[in-house]
Nanobody
Framework: QVQLVESGGGLVQAGGSLRLSCAAS????????LGWFRQAPGEEREFVGV????????NYAKSAAGRFTVSRDNAKNTVYLQMNSLKPEDTALYYC????????????????WGQGTQVTVSA
């Protein structure tokens, strides 16, 4: 089992920045790739970004590329999502998730999920 707890969400104006954190406990953190997803009300959960086990490869959704950065600190068992140039359409509940199955974009390929942290971007 891997337990994931997100933090760092909040209310920010458009153009602002936030950094989300996801702290892990349980099994060996560095055995897992970590992904970020988000879900807006009435919408399906969508992929944001994912980082590999060593932290040197990351993939992003088109909506996130160039604005968001996923990083991790294996010594602290934490993965981060730095979000810059935020837009109102980035408003959603943000989740981190863990997988041992490559760097998947599909939420179904992740085995462990946090409870989410709310990000609200005002116009």
């Amino acid at each position: 089992q891997v337990q994931l707890v997100e933090s760092g969400g909040g209310l920010v104006q458009a153009g602002g920045s936030l950094r989300l954190s996801c702290a892990a406990s349980g099994r060996t953190f560095s055995d897992y790739a970590l992904g970020w997803f988000r879900q807006a009300p009435g919408e399906e959960r969508e992929f944001v970004g994912v980082i590999n086990r060593s932290g040197d490869v990351a993939n992003y959704a088109k909506s996130a590329a160039g604005r968001f950065t996923v990083s991790r600190d294996n010594a602290k068992n934490t993965v981060y999502l730095q979000m810059n140039s935020l837009k109102p359409e980035d408003t959603a509940l943000y989740y981190c998730a863990a997988t041992q199955r490559g760097l998947p974009l599909s939420s179904g390929m992740y085995d462990y999920w946090g409870q989410g942290t709310q990000v609200t971007v005002s116009a």
